[in-house]
């Protein structure tokens, strides 16, 4: 997750498989993400395809904050969900394919965010069906345990798992 002027910048990766080659896909398609990350998110996509040619594809989900607004942008199984006390607000998943290998030409959605909203990205590891269990006091848990959460409760035991929570970026007025 990175912080600049243009927004709050966040991003979830999940090697395709298990081992060091699934490692390995992750930490190039972070590396590229580090390289510049305050790209236009689908450029920031085509970036991670470009590093990811050599070995293993990747899911991954792109998550771009600015007050009022969350922009997604992600190829493969990457969740988003943004979140309140009182349930989800609003939902998106990677568009089909892998980065690396197949990957759609990069269609961003920017979704109305409230202040209120914390935004979850996750990797498939995670339950889909989290939600449908989640209570308010489970919805109200600051980010990072509401992360922890996540990945204790609603992991899947055959497969690594990521969550990734934050907050709305700031407002700057
Ligand atoms: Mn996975």
Do not use: Y
């Not at 390289?35 to 990811?52: G, H, I, K, N």
């Amino acid at each position: 997750m990175v912080d600049a002027p243009g927004g709050r910048t966040a991003v979830v990766v999940d090697g395709l498989g298990h081992g060091p080659e699934a490692a390995e896909a992750s930490a190039a398609a972070v590396a590229a993400f580090h390289a510049a990350p305050d790209r236009p998110l689908p450029e920031l996509l085509a970036a991670m395809d470009r590093a990811l040619r050599a070995g293993r594809g990747a899911a991954v989900g792109l998550l771009r904050l600015r007050p009022g607004t969350a922009e997604h942008c992600g190829v493969g199984n990457v969740r988003l969900l943004l979140v309140a006390h009182d349930g989800v607000r609003a939902r998106a998943v990677g568009q089909p394919g892998v980065v690396g290998w197949n990957m759609p030409r990069p269609l961003p959605r920017t979704l109305a965010m409230p202040d209120e909203c914390a935004a979850v990205l996750h990797s498939d590891g995670i339950a889909t069906r989290w939600p449908d269990t989640a209570t308010p006091f489970l919805l109200g848990l600051p980010p990072r345990l509401l992360a922890a959460a996540l990945g204790h409760g609603h992991r899947s035991a055959r497969d690594d798992a990521t969550a990734l929570v934050t907050g709305a970026a700031r407002r700057s007025t």
